[in-house]
């Protein structure tokens, strides 16, 4: 696979798509987007490409839990921290979430062991605090376990990670765009849970000649030359880049 993105840009159709995604870009409060439809229909791609549009974040440095150096989460456990930290630039993350992910492994540990003989909060952060101020991409999400959709979507909604372990607790920010797909051929999610999703879009591969083979030629193109391609690219991509950045200083 190649290091170098496929263009946001350069996906053919999938308008509605597109649209939902670039809302929740401009605001994560919207609750995500589950996208439906088959597979080859792009899906995957368009939420790696979104996560290359995302405005750079400021973080503490060395704060695992991405803390806003002009904001941080009093609550952070790596915190507090003071106002004059040292603080780096960096791009947003695309955190993904595997279908076999453990409960553990998605909102973090506790070292309970630790905790009970010297009555320190020894937590190791999960994918939510992995995935805080960026993306968490969960792709075949109805084939995750309900109990982590669940905790997912609870995140999601207070934009807080709340662990609890044996009257042990911890809790950190965790606000993040979420995107999860699916397809139904291999499973439906619970009526409870296709709601908790701000705005679901049903995709569908095109049965326009001319669209997909423009589909073609445009893959081929990228798999032929990535960088050149992302070079053809670069300028709508960094127009959108700056839409979405316009929009949410609004």
């Known amino acids: 696979m190649s290091a170098v993105g496929y263009p946001f840009s350069a996906i053919v159709g999938l308008a509605d798509l597109r649209l939902a995604l670039l809302l929740n870009a401009v605001s994560p409060a919207i609750g995500g987007v589950l996208v439906r439809g088959e597979k080859g229909t792009a899906k995957s791609t368009m939420v790696r490409a979104l996560a290359a549009l995302l405005p750079e974040v400021d973080v503490v440095a060395g704060c695992r839990f991405a803390c806003?150096?002009?904001?941080?989460?009093?609550?952070?456990?790596d915190g507090p921290h003071e106002a004059s930290a040292p603080y780096e630039t960096r791009r947003a993350r695309l955190v993904e979430l595997p279908v076999g992910a453990t409960e553990d492994r998605l909102v973090g540990s506790l070292d309970l062991e630790r905790a009970l003989t010297e009555g320190v909060k020894a937590y190791e952060p999960g994918l939510l605090a992995a995935a805080h101020r960026g993306v968490l991409y969960v792709d075949e999400v109805n084939l995750l376990h309900d109990h982590l959709v669940d905790l997912l979507l609870d995140a999601a909604a207070m934009g807080t990670c709340h662990v609890e372990r044996e009257g042990v607790s911890v809790r950190h920010a965790a606000r993040f765009l979420l995107v999860g797909t699916m397809n139904p051929?291999?499973?439906?999610?619970?009526?409870?849970?296709?709601?908790?999703?701000?705005?679901?879009?049903?995709?569908?591969a095109?049965?326009?000649?001319?669209?997909?083979?423009?589909?073609?030629?445009?893959?081929?193109?990228?798999?032929?030359?990535?960088?050149?391609?992302?070079?053809?690219w670069r300028e709508a991509d960094e127009e959108l880049a700056r839409r979405i950045a316009d929009a949410r200083a609004l």
Do not use: I, K, N, W
């Open 206 to 232: 095109s049965r326009d000649p001319g669209e997909r083979a423009e589909v073609v030629r445009r893959r081929l193109a990228y798999e032929a030359d990535p960088a050149g391609f992302a070079a053809r």
């Open 185 to 204: 051929e291999e499973g439906e999610l619970r009526p409870q849970l296709l709601d908790r999703f701000g705005l679901t879009v049903e995709v569908r």
């Open 68 to 77: 806003d150096p002009a904001q941080p989460d009093p609550a952070c456990p």
